[in-house]
């Protein structure tokens, strides 16, 4: 998925929040940058809009390559530990809440992955790992 980006007027400080930002960890200070097409896009509109007669350095340059590489690896990390924490309540009576907010108690039949997190099927509903609420008990 990609996003249009204005043009920006300062490339310098646009640079500098980016660097900054991305070294820093914070990923909110970027409006929500948590995703490696919207890093890699901000990377290339630094690029087109950056100084001709200040041009950004190869270093920074490999330095932002390796912090995208980076999150690409933690978010493979994170989708495979919640797809075990999920794969780990089959056989648990849990509770949470499904899609048009109702709340759904049962045994935990499979799992799922979708583009919100696993899923888990409860008799017969899907009800995504984050809503869950208890486990073993009803």
Do not use: C, H, R
Not at 51 to 66: D, E
Not at 110 to 127: E, F, H, Q, R
């Amino acid at each position: 998925m990609t996003s249009a980006i204005n043009q920006i007027t300062n490339p310098q400080t646009a640079q500098t929040s980016l660097t900054t930002n991305s070294l820093s960890g914070n990923s909110q200070g970027m409006g929500g940058l948590t995703s490696p097409t919207t890093f890699l896009t901000m990377l290339v509109d630094e690029m087109k809009y950056q100084n001709p007669l200040q041009p950004t350095s190869s270093a920074t340059m490999m330095a932002q390559l390796a912090q995208l590489s980076q999150v690409e690896q933690m978010t493979a990390i994170s989708t495979a530990l919640q797809n075990g924490e999920a794969s780990g309540l089959i056989g648990k009576t849990v509770t949470g809440v499904d899609n048009a907010g109702n709340s759904v108690s049962g045994t935990v039949t499979g799992t799922a992955d979708s583009s919100n997190g696993p899923l888990l099927y409860i008799g017969g509903k899907s009800v995504n790992l984050s809503t869950i609420t208890s486990v073993g008990t009803v």
